[in-house]
């Protein structure tokens, strides 16, 4: 061969070996991920090469995860989780679509000798047409007039009951719409960086809590601060309240023992006077509101920078709670829960610049101390705080988490939803089959294997849930047949059609968008390889 000429030491597959090898790849593929499907897929167990041990049925960490050598499979893992970085969903239907298009190919370029050029050409036609299917089945949402909780609760709900137990990811579905609901600007894109997600190990059942505020994963350094204040005033810093080295090479020099205690005095002085200025601005406003409303106001500081063991111990005479090295990414959600404004300097603090809260404690679980600011007014930052008995329980729900406020930020995003439970499949299916009839030529056997790949979504559902799976289809596709009003989607408990949508079973409209653009493009480009070249330097070297 050809490659041989130009280096002797390469290895190549040519024609149908080629395309042999890729379809048993896909098939491979296929097999692996499909008992994952859906809210009744099974889990799978993933041990690295160090001994680490992850439970999940994400596809989008499966396909991370696993460790994938033949060059086709790893391409198709890599491509078809890509979906999953910007959309939080979809990994698992976009490689079982882009791999039934190429395993469904086999019999008509091999054993028919179909050309894969009038294959992959026929792709195209088709994935125009299930484009402008699926703009014909979205039903519009306009969160701009109403935000409607329910359809966005069914949307989350739908995706992240396929990551977690049913009970757990109906409890987390409504935690997750109240967080983007804090959160939703109509002006400003939504970002999910304002939702704190906070995970804590404990040895009880798994629990989660929505916190209309912050929670802080470190408390007070000091033994007599306060652990629990009501009616608030909160100042966010970034000021160094500690002796700091300079950033320049320097050197005092004192010539008696006077001299030294003067420079030390001074030292201290220019810190305490800092702190002093934090307790002359709490003094000012707690005594303002005595005199207003009659009430005692409390005091907390909360820093970005670090705080000496003797301002903490002034502050703590004051009944002031003071945090010191607080992430920057939590001081921005602090203020934008609790209101003020993050200040670079103590000497022109004013009224303006401090948030309020109702309610700010410390707690301490398992060693570790973690502060709760709650009872805000009007919170735009909010926090998921997970209690779970071991690691790997925790990561499972965190990634659920995530896809699950993706899905909601999608259908914000999109002002649309389309039915779930298998409904555009079978919708696509019946669509494609009635095409195939006014296609002549060659071109026929593409709709054969698109419908039939797309398909394949809803007979993994059904085969994930124990059901019969042909005589399901026949009534849910004969049924839809009869009066073609309503998409019908699968009950995966009964096996009754359904129509989904009435039913709270959503999908994303970008979603099945993505699905049909990478599993069209990424089949086509494996359909058309006539050859694979292993030539690298590592390869063949002479012993």
Do not use: W
């Not at 896909?26 to 499907?37: A, D, H, Q």
């Not at 304002?194 to 929505?210: A, F, P, Q, Y």
């Not at 608030?232 to 700091?244: A, D, G, T």
């Amino acid at each position: 061969m050809s490659i041989h000429v130009l280096n002797r030491k390469a290895d190549s597959l040519r024609a149908s070996s080629v395309l042999l090898t890729n379809i048993n790849a896909s098939k491979g593929m296929y097999e692996i991920i499909k008992s994952n499907l859906g809210p009744k897929g099974s889990y799978k167990m993933l041990v690295s090469a160090s001994g680490g041990i992850k439970i999940t049925k994400d596809g989008n960490v499966l396909l991370n995860e696993m460790m994938i050598q033949h060059p086709t499979a790893t391409m198709l893992s890599r491509i078809c989780s890509s979906i999953d970085e910007t959309l939080g969903d979809g990994s698992s239907s976009n490689l079982i679509v882009a791999t039934s298009l190429i395993y469904l190919s086999e019999k008509y370029i091999l054993y028919e000798n179909i050309h894969p050029r009038i294959i992959t050409h026929g792709f195209d036609t088709v994935k125009n047409i299930l484009l402008h299917t699926l703009e014909d089945m979205k039903i519009p949402i306009n969160i701009d007039v109403k935000f409607d909780k329910e359809i966005l609760y069914n949307v989350a709900k739908t995706c992240v009951r396929t990551k977690l137990p049913i009970p757990l990811a109906d409890k987390l579905g409504d935690d997750l719409v109240e967080s983007i609901k804090i959160i939703y600007n109509p002006d400003k894109q939504i970002d999910l960086h304002m939702i704190e997600i906070m995970d804590v190990k404990r040895n009880m059942s798994i629990n989660t809590k929505l916190v209309r505020g912050m929670v802080l994963d470190h408390g007070c350094r000091h033994p007599n601060m306060p652990n629990k204040l009501t009616k608030c005033f909160i100042l966010v810093l970034n000021v160094s309240l500690e002796f700091e080295k300079s950033e320049v090479y320097s050197s005092f020099v004192y010539s008696n023992a006077e001299d030294r205690d003067k420079l030390v005095e001074s030292e201290r002085k220019f810190t305490d006077d800092k702190v002093k200025k934090i307790i002359e601005l709490k003094k000012q406003l707690v005594e303002k509101k005595l005199k207003e409303e009659n009430e005692v106001y409390n005091f907390a500081v909360f820093n970005q920078k670090g705080i000496d063991p003797l301002s903490l111990d002034l502050l703590a005479k004051e009944n002031i709670m003071a945090l010191r090295r607080i992430k920057r990414r939590n001081l921005e959600r602090i203020v934008l829960c609790c209101g003020g404004n993050p200040c670079n300097n103590v000497y022109d603090l004013c009224e303006e610049d401090v948030g309020y809260a109702g309610l700010v404690y410390e707690i301490c679980i398992n060693d570790e101390k973690y502060t709760f600011i709650e009872e805000v007014v009007n919170p735009k930052s909010c926090t998921l705080f997970i209690q779970a008995p071991n690691d790997y329980t925790i990561k499972q729900i965190k990634d659920a988490i995530r896809d699950g406020l993706r899905s909601i930020k999608n259908a914000i995003e999109d002002k649309c939803v389309i039915s779930g439970a298998g409904s555009f499949e079978i919708m696509a299916y019946c669509k494609l089959k009635d095409e195939e009839k006014k296609i002549k030529g060659k071109q026929k056997f593409a709709f054969d294997i698109y419908a039939n790949s797309l398909l394949n979504i809803p007979k993994v559902l059904l085969e994930n849930s124990g059901l019969d799976i042909h005589q399901t289809l026949f009534n849910v596709i004969d049924k839809y047949n009869a009066d073609r009003s309503e998409p019908l989607g699968v009950d995966l408990d009964t096996g009754e059609p359904i129509v989904a949508h009435l039913k709270g079973i959503y999908d994303n409209y970008c979603v099945k968008k993505q699905i049909l653009s990478i599993a069209t493009a990424i089949s086509q480009q494996i359909l058309l390889v006539d050859e694979i070249i292993r030539a690298g330097k590592s390869m063949g070297e002479e012993k």
